[in-house]
């Protein structure tokens, strides 16, 4: 089964939801937004957070978009709009190899690794179409956003790329557009 206007079959696929945040990318030492603008997190909210990269999304709950985003982007604070927030990790950017090796290592390090303020991206297979419009309508539903469809066997890539695409639904139509993964 494929995806309308595009290459990769579902099977081949992990699925995750399409987090509403702020893009966060930890080079092991900073965390930075997606233009490589230096965020302010608090010393304690890093704490013991791995030295390796991780691809992410700040976030706390769907539908607070604005929230998020303003408490990050807070040069001086008291650090308390971080405590309800933590980095979403979906990738390892330095990682080699496949995504689904990449998703097993992320998994290994942030089990290991005792922050409340890093979680990974929970990634999902599906098996066909009728199974992701489904998973689609729930996350949906739920006020999230959408959902990232990664190709498994795909290595990391920066930039727009077929093998990360976003599923949307738009005026009750499901959209697939390729994402941007660096």
Same mark, same amino acid.
């Given at each position: 089964?494929?995806?309308?206007?595009?290459?990769?079959?579902?099977?081949?696929?992990?699925?995750?939801?399409?987090?509403?945040?702020?893009?966060?990318?930890?080079?092991?030492?900073?965390?930075?937004?997606?233009?490589?603008?230096? /965020?302010?997190?608090?010393?304690?909210?890093?704490?013991?957070?791995?030295?390796?990269?991780?691809?992410?999304?700040?976030?706390?709950?769907?539908?607070?978009?604005?929230?998020?985003?303003?408490?990050?982007?807070?040069?001086?604070? !008291?650090?308390?709009?971080?405590?309800?927030?933590?980095?979403?990790?979906?990738?390892?950017?330095?990682?080699?190899?496949?995504?689904?090796?990449?998703?097993?290592?992320? !998994?290994?390090?942030?089990?290991?690794?005792?922050?409340?303020?890093?979680?990974?991206?929970?990634?999902?297979?599906?098996?066909?179409?009728?199974?992701?419009?489904?998973?689609?309508?729930?996350?949906?539903?739920?006020?999230?956003?959408?959902?990232?469809?990664? /190709?498994?066997?795909?290595?990391?890539?920066?930039?727009?790329?077929? !093998?990360?695409?976003?599923?949307?639904?738009?005026?009750?139509?499901?959209?697939?557009?390729?994402?941007?993964?660096?």
């Amino acid at each position: 089964v494929r995806l309308v206007g595009s290459e990769m079959c579902i099977r081949d696929s992990l699925v995750s939801e399409k987090l509403d945040g702020v893009r966060g990318y930890w080079t092991g030492k900073d965390l930075l937004t997606r233009n490589g603008n230096v /965020l302010s997190p608090p010393q304690w909210f890093i704490a013991n957070w791995p030295t390796i990269a991780m691809d992410g999304e700040l976030w706390s709950q769907r539908g607070q978009f604005d929230t998020i985003s303003g408490c990050v982007r807070r040069k001086h604070t !008291n650090g308390e709009c971080w405590k309800d927030l933590k980095l979403m990790v979906f990738d390892l950017p330095h990682q080699p190899g496949s995504f689904s090796n990449r998703a097993k290592t992320m !998994n290994k390090l942030l089990n290991k690794t005792h922050s409340p303020y890093l979680a990974m991206v929970s990634q999902f297979k599906v098996t066909d179409n009728i199974q992701l419009y489904m998973l689609l309508d729930k996350v949906v539903a739920q006020n999230g956003e959408g959902l990232m469809l990664h /190709l498994a066997t795909a290595n990391y890539q920066i930039g727009r790329s077929k !093998n990360l695409l976003k599923l949307k639904k738009h005026q009750q139509q499901a959209v697939i557009q390729n994402h941007d993964e660096g």
